[in-house]
């Protein structure tokens, strides 16, 4: 989870060779403006649609002795 938020902020972080000096706002900020894009998109469907509470007894389908079939016979 470390490793995830060290790439997240070294790909947003704004850099020259990407944004020479006098770009555009939007082309400095696109990569953190994007994922703040797609970060907020998730947390709003989280929090509307709460899909954690549509299957409140899909871990009770399978009882926890059963053994998961083998991923190739």
């Known amino acids: ?32 403006l994007g994922v703040g894009t797609v970060t907020l998109a998730g947390l709003a469907y989280l929090l509307t649609r709460r899909p954690d ?5 899909a871990h009770q389908d399978r009882s926890l002795t059963d053994e998961l079939a083998p991923a190739v016979l």
């Open 1 to 32: 989870m470390l490793w995830t938020g060290f790439e997240l902020v070294n790909i947003c972080w704004p850099r020259t060779i990407l944004a020479p000096a006098g770009a555009p706002w939007c082309q400095i900020w696109a990569a953190p």
């Open 53 to 57: 509470r549509r299957m409140p007894d």
